[in-house]
């Protein structure tokens, strides 16, 4: 099985910064797209940014220029850099990752447990 953890979220006040982290365990053959997605109380779930194994990311326009999502392969991990965050950024932030468990399976959809973010004004 594969396991996904997050880690680093918090409070911070508008205008700071919080880093998350998401580290997958298990036993796989391979990670390919991982992601960041948020829900705030009421709303949807939406995607935040996603980058693929070869690092090529894409973010969604609320985001762009604030966060950056980046990876370590060998740790298996995957970042979400968050500066000038402001109160709408408030949410549980949720990793997710597309998983080959074998080279002759198709890839799979994994989320971890989430990790609270909140920015007061």
């Known amino acids: 099985q594969v396991q996904l953890v997050e880690s680093g979220g918090g409070l911070v006040q508008a205008g700071g910064s919080l880093r998350v982290s998401c580290v997958a365990s298990g036993s796989f053959f391979s990670i390919n797209d991982m992601a960041w997605y948020r829900q705030a109380p009421g709303k949807q779930r939406e995607l935040v940014a996603r980058?693929?194994?070869?690092?090529?990311?894409n973010y969604a326009d609320f985001v762009k220029g604030r966060f950056t999502i980046s990876r370590d392969n060998a740790k298996n991990t995957v970042y979400l850099q968050m500066n000038n965050l402001k109160p709408e950024d408030t949410a549980v932030y949720s990793c997710?990752?597309?998983?080959?468990?074998?080279?002759?399976?198709?890839?799979?959809?994994?989320w971890g447990q989430g990790t609270q973010v909140t920015v007061s004004s």
């Open positions: 980058i693929s194994s070869g690092e090529s990311t």
């Open positions: 997710n990752a597309k998983v080959r468990l074998k080279i002759i399976m198709n890839e799979l959809s994994y």
